[in-house]
C-alpha cells in the first residue's frame, strides 16, 4: 500500500521524497509500481491517466515496446564501460541531424549538468561572468540557475535557495520572460557572457514566447557578442525533431538537451557550434567530465525513442491529444482563465485573463489549481501536482484515454464550480 511506504519513506528521505514536487501529491503521493503506455498501476491496485510523465520524458507513453526492447538488448551486452561505445556515435550523429544549433556534443547524466556545463562553457568561451536568466524559467537544480527559478523551486517558495555563495547570485541577471527591453539593457550595461532561456516557458505553466522577444534576443546576443542558450531539456524533441529551434526558426549558439532523449533513462547535453564545443575538455580548458556520461543504457533508449519519433505520428498523436483536451477544457470553464498549448505541452491557469510572464502566472489561483489536481486523481487523472508543471500528452494517449480524460475534467469542473457557489 502506498501509505505504508509512505510512512517509512518519511523517515529514510527528507520531506519523504527524492525530489520535491513528488510530495505535493495530497494526502500523501501514490507509490507506482508499473507503467503501461499512457497508464500508471499504483501499490493500491488503481489504473491512473498519467499527463506527468515521467515530467516530460515519456513522448511514447510509458515502457514502448521498441525502446524497452533496445534496452533489453542492451543489458545483455553491459551496461558500463569505461571506454566509448559504438551506441554514443550513433545517438550523436542524430541529434546533430536534427537540431539545427549542433555541431558537436557533450553527452551529461541530467538536464541540470546540462546547463551547469552550458553556463560554464559560455563563461570559458567568452572570458566573461554574467549571465542573463529570466524570472520562472527553471534550468535545474545547481547554484547558477536557483535564482528566481521556476518549478518547485517557487513552488517551495524558494526565490534564491540557501546555500548559493552570493558572489554567484551577482553573476546572474535576471529579467521577465516576453521583456526585450530588459534583456538589451543588461547588454548594454555589463559584460554578459551568455542568455539562457527555455525557449517556450514549461516550468511556470506553459508560457509561449513572443515572436519579436525570441527573434530579438538572437539578434540583440548576437550584437553584443553574447552567447544564446535555449534550454531545451523539455521542448528538444518534444516539438518536434528539432525543437523549439526548429518551430521558431531561431537558432542559439549552444543548446542544452535532457529528458527525451535519452528515452527515460538519465540524460543530459549540451550541443553547440563546434568552436565553441572545442572549449569543452579534453579539446579545452573548460571542465568536463561523468563515470556515467554516454552511458550505454541511455543511450539505448535515447537512439530507440529518437527513432520511434522519426518513422511513426507519435507527434500527430500527441500533439492532437493536447489540442482535444485543451480545447474542451478551455470551453469547460465558466471562470476566467488562460489555456496555453504548444505542440503536446499545455497548461491552464485559473482566475486570470493574460499570461505572458512567470509574475502575471504568479496571480494565477494555486489553490483552485490544486483542488483540479485533487479531484481528477480520485478520478484517475494524473496532472502534475503543481501549476507551474507542465502537462504532457504522449503518443500512448488513445481517443479512449482521451475521450475518459474529457469525462472526468466535466465532471470536477462542475464540481469546483459548486463548490464555490455554495462558498
Ligand atoms: C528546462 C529545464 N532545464 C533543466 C532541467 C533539469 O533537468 P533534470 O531534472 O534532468 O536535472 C529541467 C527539469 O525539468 C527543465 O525543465
Ligand atoms: N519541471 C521540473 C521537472 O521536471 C523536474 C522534475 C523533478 O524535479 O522531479
Known amino acids: 500500500m502506498s501509505i505504508n511506504l509512505w510512512k517509512e519513506a518519511q523517515q529514510l528521505f527528507a520531506g519523504g521524497v527524492n525530489s520535491p514536487v513528488r510530495a505535493l501529491v495530497k494526502p500523501y503521493p501514490f507509490y507506482t509500481s508499473k507503467g503501461e503506455g499512457p497508464f500508471l498501476i499504483t501499490e493500491d491496485g488503481k489504473k ?10 515519456l513522448i511514447l507513453g510509458h515502457s514502448p515496446e521498441k525502446v524497452r526492447n533496445k534496452i533489453m538488448e542492451q543489458v545483455q551486452k553491459g551496461w558500463l564501460y569505461g571506454t566509448p561505445s559504438r551506441i554514443e556515435v550513433e545517438l550523436a550523429k542524430k541529434i546533430i541531424f536534427h537540431i539545427p544549433s549542433a555541431q558537436k556534443i557533450r553527452f551529461v547524466n541530467s538536464g541540470t549538468e546540462a546547463t ?10 567568452t572570458g566573461r561572468e554574467k549571465i542573463i536568466k529570466f524570472n520562472g524559467n527553471y534550468h535545474g537544480a545547481h547554484d547558477y540557475g536557483l535564482i528566481e527559478a521556476g518549478s518547485a523551486v517557487s513552488e517551495y517558495g524558494i526565490t534564491i535557495s540557501k546555500g548559493i555563495p552570493k558572489d554567484i547570485v551577482k553573476t546572474v541577471l535576471l529579467c521577465e520572460y516576453n521583456d526585450l527591453t530588459c534583456v538589451e539593457k543588461y547588454l548594454k550595461e555589463e559584460n554578459v557572457a551568455g542568455v539562457i532561456m527555455e525557449p517556450v516557458m514549461g516550468n511556470y505553466g506553459v ?9 530579438g534576443i538572437r539578434e540583440l546576443t548576437s550584437a553584443f557578442g553574447t552567447l544564446l542558450i535555449f534550454d531545451e531539456v523539455i521542448t528538444g524533441f518534444r516539438l518536434g525533431l528539432s525543437g523549439a529551434q526548429g518551430m521558431f526558426g531561431v537558432v542559439p549558439d549552444v543548446t542544452t538537451l535532457g529528458k527525451i532523449i535519452g528515452g527515460g533513462l ?3 547535453a549540451i550541443a553547440g557550434r563546434r568552436e565553441i564545443m572545442d572549449s569543452i575538455t579534453p579539446a579545452g580548458e573548460v571542465f568536463n567530465a561523468g563515470t556515467f556520461n554516454a ?18 505520428n507519435a507527434y500527430e498523436i500527441s500533439n492532437e491529444a493536447a489540442k482535444v483536451i485543451s480545447q474542451e477544457v478551455d470551453q469547460m470553464m465558466k471562470i476566467d482563465h488562460v489555456t496555453h498549448r504548444v505542440g503536446s505541452m499545455m497548461q491552464f491557469f485559473l482566475g486570470v485573463k493574460e499570461v505572458k510572464n512567470a509574475t502575471e502566472a504568479k496571480k494565477a489561483n ?32 488513445s481517443q479512449n484515454v482521451i475521450n475518459f480524460t474529457i ?6 469542473l462542475r464540481e469546483i464550480k459548486n463548490d464555490k457557489g455554495s462558498s
Open 48 to 57: 491512473i491517466v498519467d499527463y506527468v510523465l515521467g515530467y516530460g520524458p
Open 116 to 125: 551547469m556545463n552550458a553556463i560554464r562553457l559560455v563563461r570559458g568561451f
Open 207 to 215: 508560457i509561449p514566447p513572443k515572436t519579436d522577444f525570441i527573434k
Open 266 to 268: 538519465p540524460i543530459g
Open 295 to 312: 552511458n550505454p543504457l541511455s543511450m539505448a533508449a535515447g537512439l530507440a525513442t529518437i527513432e520511434e519519433l522519426e518513422h511513426t
Open 366 to 397: 494555486k489553490s483552485l489549481y490544486l483542488n483540479l489536481h485533487e479531484q481528477l486523481l480520485k478520478e484517475g487523472v494524473f496532472i502534475p501536482p503543481s501549476q507551474l508543471e507542465t502537462i504532457f500528452t504522449s503518443a500512448s494517449h
Open 407 to 412: 469525462d472526468k475534467f466535466r465532471k470536477v
